[in-house]
């Protein structure tokens, strides 16, 4: 029996080695969103993004790190404002953990520890507010193990903000959007 038990604890530790693999995944997508404030008009964002998640993947379970980056544009929606839009340069690095069932269909959650939003025109330009943030993400393998178009919403807090040398604390300032993306998710 205790050979058996040994045998058996052998096998799966060696087949386990053949089912872990990397996983790599870029991606390329649209975001539609909003700034998060108490303001009862907030802007409206919208805008393209790319970016990577790579890891490890062992029986459909994905553990790795992830880095997207935005080109945003913000537009305001307050009453009789005819002010520019401003655009934005949005870079995000973080932690990602996700499942991928047999039937092509994956979850994730991402947790960005790196969050920055810079302004890149106007008169605030150069202006970089940074935080953290998470993300909620499906997607679904249309061409098995080559693309996938996902879903995610994503949501970020910005605790501080610097221009021209001075740094102020934020208090409730941040943004929310919705990322349909198209990617390529591949195990090696």
């Known amino acids: 029996m205790k050979n058996i038990l040994l045998g058996l604890l052998a096998f799966i530790m060696l087949s386990s080695n053949a089912l872990a693999m990397f996983h790599v995944e870029p991606y390329v997508g649209f975001a539609k969103g909003e700034e998060d404030t108490n303001d009862p008009n907030p802007d409206e964002y919208s805008g393209m993004g790319f970016g990577l998640r790579a890891g490890y993947k062992y029986l459909g379970a994905i553990v790795g790190a992830t880095y997207d980056s935005q080109t945003i544009t913000a537009s305001t929606t307050e009453p009789g404002d005819n002010s520019a839009d401003v655009d934005f340069k949005g870079t995000n690095m973080g932690a990602v953990l996700g499942y991928e069932f047999p039937l092509g269909l994956r979850l994730w ?73 198209v990617s390529a998710p591949l195990s090696f």
């Open 109 to 181: 959650v991402s947790y960005y520890i790196d969050a920055k939003f810079e302004v890149d025109s106007g008169t605030s330009t150069g202006g970089e507010f940074s935080g953290n943030g998470y993300a909620i993400g499906a997607g679904y393998s249309i061409i098995p193990m080559i693309l996938s178009l996902n879903a995610e919403m994503k949501k970020f807090e910005y605790d501080e903000y610097s221009f021209q040398g001075t740094t102020l604390n934020l208090n409730n300032a941040g943004s929310s959007y919705y990322f349909l993306s």
